[in-house]
């Protein structure tokens, strides 16, 4: 009997310090939440039964803003709300620059033809790029001919916005756009510091190759991290994946991640990685993409939480960050 009260003591004493050393609350003195705006302000579609490649301009839900994502004003509009960062989509184009813009060809949106990248950026640069969009099945299009020559270059966003965070997402899994991003970003003298990468594993895994403290990510290299540290997180490593990374965890699994949130997000942060906090992640959902945090997840959110929230409705979010501290 002796001998069994040894092995509860001992196994309780385990656990009480893996407890202790993943305690949150144990950790001292949290850093500031930032708000990362998906695309500066946006309009809202009925993504329901699409995948992330079909096209939507049909879609959109009857506009409430005046503004189109990736576009200079909506990024300074997301900025002006309380974003902290914001992600934008690129391409390169047939003439050796990066255009910002989300689809992979322009038919849908635009009043041109063609395969974004196969483009130079003077023909990018002259399309209206609400022409196509709709709320109403094309009895009307309000943004057609407000948006003429509004698709800005790569460089162009990061002039108009200096000392500010983005992350750059790659459309594709062309494993050379890796080195015609860092090159162009170079060409450019851009801040390497304020910039993330997330896109398809071939041209991530070379970025991560090419400059390893470059935060860079893919859904799978994601993927690996968070498995692993599940695995691996209650001894305080933070696995090799999960370094010079950024690191989305849904919403409805948080909780799982050891040292949830602050020290989980402090472990990340020392390894040049930041947590991001993402939607419910809906296993049979029929919506495309990554899920954004709401304005009930927000508020469920501990008051001194100090990683990213991913949001799309920076006119919602925002001011319900303002409200908590978060932003000013």
Known sequence: MRRWHKIVAAVSGLLAIVYVGNASWAFGTPGTPVIVSHLGLEQRFDERGISLYDCKNDRMLPPTHGYLDNTIPSVAKAFELGAG????????????EFV???????DCRTNGHGVTRDLPLATLKSFDIGYRLTADGGQTYPFRGKFVGAMPSLDEVLRAFPGRAFTLVIKSKDIHEADLL???????HADFARISVFGGDPP????????PHLRASSEQSVKGCLTRYLA??????????CRNAIVPVPFNYRKLAWGWPNLFAERLRAV??????????????????MNMVN???LAALPQDYSGAVFADRMEIIGPAARSRGWVR
């Open 182 to 188: 860092l090159a162009y970003l170079r060409r450019h």
């Open 295 to 297: 304005s009930d997840e």
């Open 100 to 106: 910002v813009f989300h689809d992979w060809t322009v």
């Open 232 to 241: 691996l997180g209650w001894t305080g490593i933070v696995p090799e994946n």
């Open 204 to 211: 991530v895994q070379r970025l991560r190759q090419l400059m």
């Open 85 to 96: 960062s914001v992600n934008i989509d690129i391409h390169p184009t047939s003439d050796g």
């Open 272 to 289: 040049n990685s930041q947590l991001l906090l993402v939607g419910i992640y809906e296993r049979h959902s029929d919506k495309p993409g």
